[in-house]
């Protein structure tokens, strides 16, 4: 699969199978129940995924899809 | 839906171990959205914590699954305890929880107690988790006198750096062995409130490793104290806790042979052959039947349901030195090419249990899904490839966690034991006649002396069933008796090919003139089904004759327990003489022209035959 793949694949896991198509500034205001909870889940996932692990100010920092496509390339 | 249930399926056979957080994300909202629908069992568990625990609800609801329940969750308000149980209105009050967790962690309390624990020289963190108990115990009261769900109290585990670090354990009173005496107290408080069990967090926890519990980011972004990768460990362990208190544990462990006992086919590779033993690969099945031998020690019986010839099979248990398990510590055997399904509910009927309380443990999975769908109450345990798993794969399919453990339990294994060599022929033989003549009877008879004597009293005390008269002499009574010429105390002693079953059975006559009369007849239940009682009343009716009796007079006397005797003396050839005035019928044998024989099945012994003591009881 490619990175953007198991990108959305991470993201369905998290916001459920109906979810819109992601654009670069996708985030929390524009993507519905992606709060604080649910941006850690996103988190474990994404590092559980692209066998990575961010730094503390990284988690607070990747809030947009954009960002996390930058961090994943 | 079908998707789901395939799913469920796969979660419940094992198919489904790792799964990454998202696809573990994705599948408990599909069994939140349908699982009650898929035959799921709702279960409602509500959480009261000092920490953030929802970050695990996904992977509790995934453990719930595999174990056949719809978890529906609540968490209570960060750290309420005392508001959420006393308020009745509280979230937790609505929810009406069927378990409730309590999780109340000292460090989240007062973090200095913990971590400048020699602030105080551990005073502070003494009074802290002093405070703590006394906290969760009223809390425990309070819930109680308003619920009777089971509570799960987690207890205290150690912090991953310790205030003396690598040598904390070295040091009287560091926080190492404070620790360890607050969970001490804990489980003393929990144990005072019915219903409410430790929850061994800190026991998982070491388990796991301290180390890499906690993720520091997650603790510090949103107070979660287990990190990502150990929340599906940590969902596993508190789902089986959950469990073990809701369901009771399997009580018979039903083992194959080839290649889960031992490696190989006994069959084919023969008593050498196979493997067994203290190197690679035989000491993977040593270290199992150890595990097995575990089990018994706690009360839990062991069977074989195997598809082998008998005699090699047992072979390998009588001769083969590694062997762990012995033949005697089987109590229901399973040897032949019948369906398993079928053999294990042999099992549980011979055992008189419900087949629910069986569990199956068969390297196969051909059998073990054969059994699956025909005998679908008995408890698969999924069985992993590896042999050397096997030992974790006991404790953890959580059949036999169960929450205390009694005397009996620990002697229940050989209780059964003596029983099964007589059932394990009943079953196989043919007939009744062939059971009763492969059994190898013996039985020696006299009248009381000193020896027998207390046996005798103590079964005429005791015995309730087998009892015609019963009549409760004394030992001053029996005495007399025996002084009188007129009267004849006498027992039976029965020895099978399985041992000395002791004095079982006693008899009185007394003469008045022509007739002699059978004051007292009973027998241990024991050995009853086995023609013993007629061995006695044939020995009875030869002491009447001695008398110079020409007829043998005997009443039933009716009570709440002796209904299996009131048929006795019609069915050996006695005539009905009327009912008793105070209740109960009277039956005459007139022995110039009816005898009584003795049982062709039972052989005779001299009746002068050193009688061994026995402390046995009915």
């Known amino acids: 699969m490619s990175i953007e793949e198991r990108l959305l694949a991470v993201f369905r896991g998290v916001f459920g199978a109906d979810l819109p198509p992601l654009a670069d500034q996708t985030s929390p205001e524009t993507l519905g129940g992606w709060d604080s909870a649910k941006h850690l ?18 988690i607070a920092e990747l809030t947009t899809v954009g960002a996390i496509r930058q961090r994943l390339e | 839906m079908s998707d789901l249930t395939t799913r469920i399926g796969q979660l419940r056979s094992g198919a489904l171990e790792e799964l990454k957080p998202a696809q573990a994300l994705e599948l408990a909202r599909l069994i939140r959205e349908g699982g009650e629908s898929c035959g799921l069992k709702p279960l409602r568990v509500a959480f009261l914590s000092s920490c953030s625990l929802e970050f695990g609800d996904p992977y509790l609801t995934i453990e719930g699954a595999r174990r056949g329940l719809g978890l529906d969750i609540y968490h209570g308000p960060f750290a309420q305890f005392e508001q959420e149980v006393a308020d009745p209105d509280s979230g937790l009050a609505r929810f009406a929880p069927d378990v409730l967790i309590l999780v109340m962690r000292p460090e989240d309390i007062d973090p200095d107690a913990v971590h400048r624990y020699y602030a105080s020289d551990g005073r502070r963190f003494g009074e802290l988790s002093q405070n703590v ?19 799960l109290v987690a207890n205290f585990a150690a912090p991953s750096e310790a205030p003396l670090g690598v040598f904390d354990a070295n040091v009287g009173g560091s926080l190492t062995y404070a620790l360890a005496e607050s969970n001490l107290r804990l489980r003393e408080a929990v144990a005072g409130i019915p219903e409410a069990f430790v929850w061994d967090y800190c026991g998982l926890v070491v388990s796991q490793g301290a180390a890499d519990w906690t993720d520091r980011r997650l603790m510090a972004l949103a107070r979660v104290p287990v990190s990502s990768r150990r929340q599906p460990v940590l969902a596993r362990h508190l789902a089986q806790t959950i469990c073990g208190v809701l369901r009771p544990p399997a009580k018979c462990l039903v083992l194959d042979l080839d290649n889960t006992l031992w490696g190989g086919v006994i069959g084919d590779d023969g008593l050498e052959g196979i493997q067994l033993g203290d190197d690679h690969p035989g000491l993977a099945y040593k270290s199992f039947q150890r595990a097995v031998l575990g089990l018994r020690d706690r009360g839990i019986l062991l069977a074989v349901a195997s598809k082998n010839d008998l005699d090699p099979a047992k072979q390998a248990f009588t001769t083969h030195p590694e062997m762990l398990i012995r033949w005697d510590d089987l109590a229901a055997v399973r040897i032949d090419w019948e369906p398993k399904s079928e053999n294990l509910r042999q099992i549980a009927a011979e055992l008189n249990l419900g087949a629910d309380a069986l569990a199956f443990f068969d390297d196969n999975p051909v059998e073990r899904e054969e059994v699956r769908i025909n005998a679908p109450d008995i408890r698969v345990i999924e069985v992993p490839r590896d042999p050397l798993r096997w030992v974790s794969t006991l404790a953890e399919c959580g059949e036999f966690d169960a929450v205390g453990l009694t005397q009996e339990d620990r002697s229940r294994g050989d209780l059964y034991r003596d029983e099964r060599g007589r059932r394990l022929l009943e079953g196989r033989s043919g007939s009744l006649e062939e059971f009763l003549e492969s059994l190898e009877m013996r039985a020696a008879v006299g009248r009381v002396d000193s020896s027998t004597l207390p046996r005798l009293v103590q079964l005429l005390a005791k015995t309730n069933q087998f009892n015609l008269t019963t009549r409760r002499h004394g030992a001053a009574e029996v005495e007399s008796m025996a002084r009188c010429p007129d009267q004849v105390v006498s027992w039976l002693r029965l020895r099978d090919r399985y041992g000395d079953a002791g004095l079982v059975a006693v008899g009185i006559l007394r003469r008045e003139g022509e007739v002699a009369v059978i004051d007292t007849f009973l027998m241990s239940c024991r050995v009853m089904g086995r023609c013993v009682e007629q061995a006695l009343l044939a020995r009875l009716a030869d002491e009447a ?18 209904g299996v005797v009131e048929t006795f003396y019609p069915d050996h050839g006695f005539e009905p003489r009327g009912d008793l005035p105070g209740g109960g019928s009277r039956y005459q044998l007139d022995l110039r022209v009816a005898s009584v024989e003795w049982p062709e099945f039972i052989r005779r012994e001299d009746r002068e035959a050193p009688a061994r003591p026995s402390a046995r009881t009915p």
Do not use: W
Request: some cysteine; proline content about 4%; glycine content about 6%.
């Open chain 2, 545 to 562: 004759h001695q008398l110079g009796c020409t007829r043998l007079l005997g009443d039933y006397l009716p009570t709440a327990k002796n």
């Open chain 2, 133 to 151: 108990i006394d906290r969760i115990a009223s809390c425990l009261r309070r819930f109680r006198s308003g619920s009777r769900a089971p509570v």
């Open chain 1, 41 to 58: 889940s996103l988190i474990m996932a994404l590092e559980a995924e692209f066998c990575v692990e961010f730094d503390t100010d990284e």
